[in-house]
């Protein structure tokens, strides 16, 4: 399960790259049916839904803290973790998060993501 903390941490370095680099690194990580929750009640469903959401200007800068998983079963888990990030311009953003992972086919795909601003 320590993985999950490794896939999320590389998830966010992805978003804080310029370019391209969160659609391809998400590309591979989600799963078809992965639903995003957000703050303002945002909610995206659907992998190329998500995908086309990550349009947004990348993050400056992240940490995450107190990273936990929560095992469901061998192939399921939860990473419960706190995160600062902040974009260039921008107040830091301070949320309590969850992301679901699941295992299948040899790999640990995403299928939920919850973001609770603190």
Known sequence: MQDLIELEEQ??????SEGEASKKFY??????????????????????????????????????????????????GVLVY??????EGSDP???????TYVFCDGTWKLVLHQQTPV
């Open 11 to 16: 998830g966010w370095q992805a978003l804080s």
């Open 27 to 76: 590309s591979s990580v989600l799963r078809d049916d992965a639903v995003m929750l957000f703050p303002s009640g945002m909610l995206i469903d659907g992998k190329e839904k998500i995908l086309e959401s990550l349009a947004a200007q990348p993050w400056k800068s992240f940490q995450i803290e107190e990273p936990q998983v929560i095992s469901l079963s061998q192939n399921a």
């Open 82 to 87: 706190r995160v600062t990030a902040q974009r």
């Open 93 to 99: 953003y301070v949320a309590l998060i969850s992301s």
